[in-house]
């Protein structure tokens, strides 16, 4: 698994608008972990990279434009998705046990990979 980047974690921070500090406390994090992640002396953990995508896509979200992951894929299985269940569409990259094609039957760390590739996710956080 490839841990987020340095770079990317720095961008994602401005695009929430918010300081270091600020976003250590959103995290539950010490602002020295924010640092750390920052300067690249430390791996941001998945942990951390999910909170930051979750972040990320609940202020994209409003975006009328959003449509969700069901439609985007025409799936024929949302009816025992819980991403269709709970009416988060734009959550399908953090649900496990999404009916998926392209993730079914993965690990977490494997649905991970593929979801970072989804045009679902890309739209949610670039």
Known sequence: MTPMETEKFKLYRKRLGKTQKQLAEILGI?????????????????????????????QRRDNKSTIPCWEQKECKEKLDCPAWEFNCGHL????????????????????????????ILKSLIE
């Open 92 to 119: 399908c990259w953090f649900l496990c046990g999404t009916c998926c094609d392209c993730t079914q039957g993965f690990t977490a760390e494997q649905k991970r990979e593929k979801c970072l590739g989804c045009d």
């Open 30 to 58: 010490s602002i020295k972990a924010v640092h750390a992640y920052e300067q690249g002396r430390r791996n941001i953990p998945a942990h951390i990279e999910r909170q930051i995508f979750f972040l990320l896509s609940n």
